[in-house]
């Protein structure tokens, strides 16, 4: 059995892949992980690779999902989208979006595009 919070993860997951397609955006893969981290998912909108950062927070009390991409949290995420250029000689232009979730309250689901600047 799957703990609640790992089965709600994965359904935010689902809805934020559903919602990019249903935008045009074609998935290459899903949780991609190694020694840095993980990527939620890593797609291909035209000719850009997008890297998606999926964030969900169930209730607003502590904090909206947007809040919880921290520095250090954006360091991970770029190292391992580094690695992940690396492991498939990607050569083609990168960016980075945040989709994040929010149970209750503000604004249901918000796409960032470009949320994090790549300084590579």
């Known amino acids: 059995m799957i703990a609640k919070h790992l ?3 994965q359904q935010a997951e689902q809805q934020a ?3 990019l397609q ?6 290459q893969e899903r949780n991609f992980r190694c020694k840095t981290g993980e990527i939620d998912l890593v797609m291909r ?3 850009t690779l997008v890297f998606v950062e999926v964030r969900f927070r169930q209730s607003n009390d502590f904090g909206r999902a947007l809040e919880t991409v921290t520095a250090s949290k954006q360091r991970k ?10 492991m498939k000689r990607i050569d083609s232009a990168c960016r980075f979006d ?14 960032i595009k470009n949320a994090i600047q790549i300084a590579w």
């Open 45 to 47: 909108d035209a000719g």
């Open 98 to 111: 945040i989709v994040a979730l929010n149970g209750s309250g503000s604004t249901p689901m918000e796409w």
């Open 17 to 19: 892949l559903d919602f």
């Open 77 to 86: 995420l770029l190292a391992t989208a580094n690695r992940y250029i690396q």
């Open 22 to 27: 249903s935008r045009g955006l074609r998935l």
């Open 7 to 9: 089965e709600y993860g």
